[in-house]
């Protein structure tokens, strides 16, 4: 069972710089070949103020704020049974190489389905470039708890 | 602005190289997408394709025809696995416009035919 004080527990905000190079290795791990996304020369000439982040980037630098793993151990929730459920990223305005973003992770919600067999932990997070929102994702996970012995 | 009434993004083969690079990008170094044994541990004949490279090639399904910067929100549940050597087939139906917005719903199944995941976008024009 996890620990239900823990719904509104919110990380103290840290700046996360945008790095060409990890930029660059999410390009690559998804098959993304447009040079815009990590060449200043390329975004430039397609008339970017420069390299912009592909969506969904900014999950890939929640882990040098507070990773999910993190957030799970701090739970107390084992990693093996643990699914991510669902996703959802809402971007308002463009992230760029360069851009420092300021991450902030809050666990929403925590509650029960089937009879206590399967737990779904909510964590919504915020990501602040200059003070203004530039996206925020909504992170569902689905623990699988073991039947009492 | 005519939107696409379909669109369309098939991946050859998902490889272990992939996979790696995503866990060295994104830091998740879960061992089910890394370690053949830890798969099978639990129960898969090869290493799990991460949620979020799958959500990342629905991003560049949109990004490649409309410009990056053009989505405005993803969702995706993943109701499935795809695993490593897996193709990944996404598709985006337009559902319907609103103002200056498209919205779509997704879905995604390996090649050979397993949903993997199901979700919906809105998309506008690239600033």
Redesign the interface.
Known sequence: MIDRSRIGFTTAPTRVPVDAWRVKLFCQAIGETDPVHWDADAARAAGHTACPAPPTFLKAIEGEHFSSAALLQMLQVPLAGVLHAEQQFDHHSPVHVGDVVEVSRRVDRIFDKKDGALTFCVVDTDYRVEGRSAARSTQTILVRNKPPA | MTWPAQIQLA??PVTPV??A??A?????H?PLHLDPEAART?GFDRPLVH???T??????L???RLG??C????????SGVALVNDEIELTATLDRTEGDLAHYTLRGITGRGKEIVTGSAIVGAA?
């Open positions: 991946t050859d992939q996979l690079l995503f060295a990008a994104s830091g998740d879960n639990a949620g979020m490279l959500m990342a090639l629905a991003g560049r949109f990004t490649r990056p910067g989505v405005r929100r993803l969702h995706a549940r993943f600033p």
